[in-house]
């Protein structure tokens, strides 16, 4: 997925029409896919729990990037 020079990295993961694993995300924010699962248990980061799988609605997640503006990694 390539970032267009006319979108932010939120206006980008926002376009996206399905939800997405940790290891999709992962690959966008450049953070382990751990650190999600480990973000999306502590209740840091918007999730959605179908069965034992753990995915990140991508509007949500945009929402969520913006709002945390640089201090979402802490």
Do not use: C
């Not at 729990?49 to 991508?58: L, V």
């Amino acid at each position: 997925m390539e970032l267009q020079a006319t979108q932010s990295l939120p206006d980008m993961i926002r376009g996206q029409r399905r939800a997405w694993t940790a290891e999709e995300l992962s690959g966008i924010l450049s953070l382990s896919r751990k650190h999600f699962y480990k973000l999306a248990k502590q209740g840091r980061i918007p999730s959605i729990r179908i069965g034992g799988a753990i995915r990140f609605d991508p509007a949500t997640t945009a929402s969520w990037l913006e709002s945390k503006g640089s201090t979402w990694v802490n």
